[in-house]
Structures are given as structure tokens and as C-alpha cells.
């Protein structure tokens, strides 16, 4: 299975910024759709952004839409996520990992086979 390094959490104040980073191991980063998942305390793990293998069309969770952007660099195998305006209910540790993309529409699913979960990177958002 494919490893994922998840980076660039941090503490933050309401209204700031992070920028956060998945470096994924092995060829197969270019040809899978990734998404960034976050779990809060007491709460399922949830996709908030996810972006298909050309970046030709994004996901956003509508918690977080117009306030991050998903990008990947494929030559790198990294995606990325850059956060904007946060919020205290975005604190939470957050993952990568693939997502299977949704035909009929809905929200993208992880796809279970790609890679182990990494340990994640957290956010913290003071308020």
C-alpha cells in the first residue's frame, strides 16, 4: 500500500490560515482522485476536499467551501490543502488518502485499498 505523510498543522487563531500537505509513496499518487479527510473529537471521519487525478474538478464539503482550496503536484505526489478563515469548528486531525469520485453526484468515498491512513496532522483553531 501506498504511505501518506500528512504536514503543516499547526495552532491557529479564528481567521487564519494553514496550509497543509500530503506526500504520498509510490506511482500510483498520479492516476488515483485525493481528498482531505478530517475527524473531530467524538465525530466520524469526514472528506472535506477532495480533487480528481488531472485536477480537472474539486470537492468541497459545504462546511468549508470558499474557504479552502485543494491543489495537487503530481511530479511531487503531494496534495495539498490551503486554509482559509478558520474556524474553531475546524479543529480536527486531518488525513489524505484516495477517493473513489461519485458518478450521480454526492460527496466522495475513500477508497478503502489505496493507502493506510498516515497519522495525521492536527489543527487547532483558537477562538
Known amino acids: 500500500q501506498v504511505q501518506l505523510v500528512e504536514s503543516g498543522g499547526g495552532l491557529v487563531q479564528d481567521g487564519g490560515s494553514l496550509r497543509l500537505s500530503c506526500a504520498a509513496s509510490?506511482?500510483?499518487?498520479?492516476?488515483?482522485?485525493m481528498g482531505w479527510f478530517r475527524q473531530a473529537p467524538g465525530k466520524e471521519r469526514e472528506v472535506v476536499a477532495a480533487i480528481t487525478r488531472g485536477a480537472g474538478s474539486t470537492y468541497y464539503a459545504d462546511s468549508v467551501k470558499g474557504r479552502f482550496t485543494i491543489s495537487r503536484d503530481n511530479a511531487k505526489n503531494t496534495v495539498f490543502l490551503q486554509m482559509n478563515s478558520l474556524k474553531p469548528e475546524d479543529t480536527a486531525v486531518y488525513h489524505c488518502?484516495?477517493?473513489?469520485?461519485?458518478?450521480?453526484?454526492?460527496?466522495?468515498?475513500?477508497?478503502?485499498?489505496?493507502?493506510?491512513w498516515g497519522q495525521g496532522t492536527q489543527v487547532t483553531v483558537s477562538s
Open positions: 488518502n484516495a477517493v473513489i469520485w461519485p458518478i450521480y453526484g454526492g460527496s466522495p468515498r475513500l477508497k478503502a485499498d489505496f493507502g493506510s
Open positions: 509510490g506511482r500510483t499518487f498520479s492516476t488515483n482522485a
